[in-house]
């Protein structure tokens, strides 16, 4: 079982849907949750930031982390064309030092059409 | 959040050859990380460069095939050395700032 999963899609909605986007792990040391846009011939951008279990919202944009469940969720409110792009969650067990690595998920290809 | 260089943007190359990708950060930093990104694949971790110190390298990669460079606190190079078509992929720098990773653009490498 690879340590973190994301269904890689493709995803196509339509203008102003929510979009939900997920990520499961397996390793229960992780305690630091992000969530990544990338565009096309682009590197990633950090979008979300969490620590622990709960919700984050930031603007259209939900993180959710469930820990005893191992599984952490992207909302994504009032979809707009400019969000079409590669979404990845990364996570890590430490937020920082000389052993900080992030797991990364392999991206979810989101289209939103207009 | 930094603002990370990298160059080239893209190259194709002959295997055998070796390929330096450099990467400038606008501030100074005590880690840099080296990435590859294959298509269909999550983005992987070469190394960690430290300045003043030997780059550490994760399971898989050796310091032969991507030696690291770090002279100072705000730049870094890594060489895909003797390549082949295997190693073509998109190859990204990064930093870590007040707990973010911050991405360089990437590099797009396509060994023929």
């Known amino acids: 079982q690879k340590e973190v999963e994301q269904d890689p899609g493709p995803l196509s909605v339509p203008e102003g849907a929510i979009v939900s986007l997920n990520c499961t792990y397996s390793n229960s040391a992780f305690q630091y949750f992000m969530w990544y846009r990338q565009y096309s011939r682009k590197g990633p951008e950090l979008l979300m930031y969490t620590y622990s279990s709960g919700n984050k919202e930031d603007g259209r944009f939900t993180a959710q982390v469930d820990k005893s469940s191992k599984y952490i969720s992207l909302f994504i409110r009032d979809s707009q064309p400019s969000d079409s792009a590669t979404y990845l969650c990364a996570m890590s067990s430490n937020s920082g030092g000389s052993n900080y690595k992030l797991t990364f998920g392999k991206g979810t290809l989101l289209t939103v059409n207009p | 959040s930094a603002v990370i260089s990298q160059k080239p943007s893209r190259d194709i190359c002959q295997r055998g050859t070796s390929l330096t990708i450099q990467c400038q950060v606008d501030s100074q930093v005590t880690m840099m990380f080296w990435y590859r990104q294959q298509p269909g694949q999550s983005l992987t971790l070469i190394a960690t460069?430290?300045?003043?110190?030997?780059?550490?390298?994760e399971s898989g990669f050796v310091i032969d095939k991507f030696p690291i460079s770090r002279p100072n606190l705000t730049f870094s190079t890594l060489t895909v050395s003797n390549m082949s078509p295997e190693d073509s992929s998109i190859y990204l720098c990064s930093v870590e700032l007040r707990g973010g990773y911050t991405f360089g653009s990437g590099t797009r490498l396509t060994v023929v």
């Open positions: 460069a430290n300045q003043g110190s030997e780059a550490t390298y």
